[in-house]
T-cell receptor, first 114, second 112 residues
Framework: DPKIIQKPKYLVAVTGSEKILICEQYLGHNAMYWYRQSAKKPLEFMFSYSYQKLMDNQTASSRFQPQSSKKNHLDLQITALKPDDSATYFC?????????????FGAGTRLSVL | GDSVTQTEGQVALSEEDFLTIHCNYSASGYPTLFWYVQYPGEGPQLLFRASRDKEKGSSRGFEATYDKGTTSFHLRKASVQESDSAVYYCALSVNSNNRIFFGDGTQLVVKP
């Protein structure tokens, strides 16, 4: 059974709309992350959260907003969607936010913006 | 800035061939280096890591040695199998927040 659940697996949206990508982890981890993988760029770090607090943010656009309602949840809200936002978004988690801890990735949500 | 360069975009081999995927890095500090593997429809998973110069990481027959002098972390396997077909990413991190920089990835195709 997957320990990091991302929903939905596939998502199609129209330009200008808003979507929420869901991520739940059942590994008992305290740190969670979002990464993005697009056709034009390699896997890119977006955000890291530790104990539900933002630790690191490498996303320039405020259209991307992580939401952590519970310790094991880190959803990603994307507003005013653009075609360039089309990518696979990976959620990940680790025991803590330090480098010694292995990152575990979910299977991803593939977003297509038309 | 911190970055990783993988020379090969795609590698095609036959079973039992020797594999080398080249990885060179550029980092402001003393990075931790990683190799990740990604199978179709899945997220990346860690193969192994190395944190110190001359440290060798290894897993499932794959290995790489951290070389600070040549800023390299080349992935090698003596005898590949069809099941090794996947995308391999070299990666690094220089801070303590698990912000990892990934290379472009190398698609490995192993024919039976």
């Amino acid at each position: 059974d997957p320990k990091i659940i991302q929903k939905p697996k596939y998502l199609v949206a129209v330009t200008g709309s808003e979507k929420i990508l869901i991520c739940e982890q059942y590994l008992g981890h305290n740190a969670m992350y979002w990464y993005r993988q697009s056709a034009k760029k390699p896997l890119e770090f977006m955000f890291s959260y530790s104990y539900q607090k933002l630790m690191d943010n490498q996303t320039a656009s405020s259209r991307f907003q992580p939401q952590s309602s519970k310790k094991n949840h880190l959803d990603l809200q994307i507003t005013a969607l653009k075609p360039d936002d089309s990518a696979t978004y990976f959620c990940a988690s680790s025991q803590s936010g330090t480098l010694q801890n292995t990152l575990y990735f979910g299977a991803g949500t593939r977003l297509s913006v038309l | 800035g911190d970055s990783v360069t993988q020379t090969e975009g795609q590698v095609a081999l036959s079973e039992e061939d020797f594999l080398t995927i080249h990885c060179n890095y550029s980092a402001s500090g003393y990075p931790t280096l990683f190799w990740y593997v990604q199978y179709p429809g899945e997220g990346p998973q860690l193969l192994f890591r190395a944190s110190r110069d001359k440290e060798k990481g290894s897993s499932r027959g794959f290995e790489a040695t951290y070389d600070k002098g040549t800023t390299s972390f080349h992935l090698r396997k003596a005898s590949v199998q069809e099941s090794d077909s996947a995308v391999y990413y070299c990666a690094l991190s220089v801070n303590s927040n698990n912000r990892i920089f990934f290379g472009d990835g190398t698609q490995l195709v192993v024919k039976p």
